[in-house]
Every structure is written in C-alpha cells, then in structure tokens.
T-cell receptor, first 112, second 115 residues
Framework: EAGVVQSPRYKIIEKKQPVAFWCNPI?????LYWYRQNLGQGPELLIR????????DSQLPKDRFSAERLKGVDSTLKIQPAELGDSAVYLC??????????FGPGTRLTVT | AQSVTQLGSHVSVSEGALVLLRCNYS??????LFWYVQYPNQGLQLLLK??????LVKGINGFEAEFKKSETSFHLTKPSAHMSDAAEYFC?????????????FGAGTRLAVHP
C-alpha cells in the first residue's frame, strides 16, 4: 500500500514569491493534516480536514497561507507571499477518522 | 493547555548501551501518548502508543515505553542500542477530549549512537 505522497521534496524560493505544496493521502483516509516543523522543533498542526471540510484551521496564518482539499482527496497548501520565517519542513499526514496518523516525507522549504 | 516536555535535545550512547529518552506531559486527565521516530529526510513513523490498559507498551525495533501516571511520564527505552537507531525521536500526546485526533508534539530528542 502506498504511503502519504508529498511533492516537491525540496523547494528554494526568494522571499515574497509564492509557493505551493501538494499532498496525496493514503487511499481511503478521510482525515488530512498539514503540519509545519521548524528546525529543532516538533511538528505543529496548521490545518485539519475531514473529507473536504477544514474543521480546524486555527493555527493557519490566514493572511498568507491557504489550503484546499478538493473532492476530499488530494490537498494543496499555498504560501503567498513567502517570508524568511516560513523556512521549515511542511508535513502532510492522513488518518482514517480518529485512528493513527501516517506521515509523508515532507517538503523542505528554504526562503532566501 | 496540554504540553509535552522532552528532556535533552541530544542524547549520545554507545552501541549496545541502554537507550533512555525522557518525556513528560502536562494534563489533568491522562491523554493518549505516542512516540514517533524520524530518520533524516523522512516523515515520522509511529514507534508505539499508549491508550488504555497495560502501562508498559512494546513497540517496533525493540523499543518500549512505560506510562507512569503519578510522574506524568512516558519515557522510551531500548535495552541495547544499534547504530540504525540514530534518528530524532518525538513524544506526542493526544488530549483525551474525544473524537479529535489532534497530536501535540515535544521538541524532539536527537539520538546519536557511536561504536
């Protein structure tokens, strides 16, 4: 069974540029999570989807971050414009309702 | 608010030595508890979890952890370290609020294993 797929794996952009990350969850998993992991820290939840509905986006900086999960499967996380402080690893995870979360390999973003 | 504290951002052990990674949580109600491992450039992989029942939990790769309610701890141990255990380890809690699979992570402990 394929795991959580994320792309790209690495991205380097200049500040003020836009960037997007893509996530394909495990087939059948209705819950999808986006986390941000800053250097030397644990992951922090940005947004959680139940099917196509964002049910917890309280930690998402809405002035520059946006996310969507069309058709309740794949998801895209966007930053526009990026700032230096956005450099981090962005992790996607999925689960079947309230069960174990499975994590993707992450996208390492560097903003210069 | 719930929080997780991992004592020691870096731990170094010799191959074959005991591994002990410490985790304490703050919660008035015992939450569900997890340990994840992250190898370089990879996502997090679940090592073990405690929900209810037996307080000594066995996981993959020879790791185990013991839930101690009186100490609000969930320390991770392995009797004999292997070179392949070198990675970053994260302790996490899931608040016992029912129905919501939210994880709160500690800052992580990087384990180094030397020959």
């Amino acid at each position: 069974e394929a795991g959580v797929v994320q792309s790209p794996r690495y991205k380097i952009i200049e500040k003020k540029q836009p960037v997007a990350f893509w996530c394909n969850p495990i087939s059948g998993h209705n819950t999808l999570y986006w986390y941000r992991q800053n250097l030397g820290q644990g992951p922090e939840l940005l947004i959680r989807y139940e099917n196509e509905e964002a049910v917890d986006d309280s930690q998402l900086p809405k002035d520059r971050f946006s996310a969507e999960r069309l058709k309740g499967v794949d998801s895209t996380l966007k930053i526009q414009p990026a700032e230096l402080g956005d450099s981090a690893v962005y992790l996607c995870a999925s689960s079947l309702e309230g069960h174990e979360q499975y994590f993707g390999p992450g996208t390492r973003l560097t903003v210069t | 608010a719930q929080s997780v504290t991992q004592l020691g951002s870096h731990v170094s052990v010799s191959e074959g030595a005991l591994v002990l990674l410490r985790c304490n949580y703050s919660s008035s109600v015992p939450p569900y508890l997890f340990w994840y491992v992250q190898y370089p450039n990879q996502g997090l992989q679940l090592l073990l979890k405690y929900t209810t029942g037996a307080t000594l939990v066995k996981g993959i790769n020879g790791f185990e952890a013991e839930f101690k309610k009186s100490e609000t701890s969930f320390h991770l141990t392995k009797p004999s370290a292997h070179m392949s255990d070198a990675a970053e380890y994260f302790c996490a809690v899931r608040p016992f609020s029912g129905g919501y699979n939210k994880l709160i992570f500690g800052a992580g402990t990087r384990l180094a294993v030397h020959p």
